[in-house]
Nanobody, 121 residues
């Protein structure tokens, strides 16, 4: 599977932004699509995941109630709608496929290139 993330940029605290991840070459092993983020000097952390076929979702506690993951299977795209953004949400965001439920980079399959989100205070 190939993943292409887009939609990052600069936004003020309290604002919103939507990231997109275009998916191509899905296989039977790509049951879940996930968003991760990483800041310099820190490990890449799980943000949200969605089961591609049925749409069930999981979130990191730090983004629950503010971020929403969704997918549009007709255009093979996964979205991350980010509301009430905080400066601590500043990171490079990555999309990743996985065969099962994951909450860390272990078990991730393919990765897209990152897209930088900067939240100014």
């Amino acid at each position: 599977v190939q993943l292409q993330a887009s939609g990052g940029g600069l936004v003020q605290a309290g604002g919103s932004m939507r990231l997109s991840c275009a998916v191509s070459g899905l296989t039977t092993a790509d049951n879940f699509m996930n968003w991760f983020r990483q800041t310099p000097g820190k490990e890449r952390e799980f943000v949200a995941g969605i089961k591609w076929r049925e749409g069930s979702k999981r979130y990191a506690d730090s983004v629950k109630g503010r971020f929403t993951i969704s997918r549009d299977a007709s255009v093979y795209t996964v979205y991350l709608q980010m509301n009430s953004l905080k400066p601590e949400d500043t990171a490079v965001y990555y999309c990743a496929s996985s065969a099962g439920v994951i909450t860390s980079t272990a078990g991730a399959g393919s990765w897209g290139q990152g897209t930088l989100v900067t939240v100014s205070s």
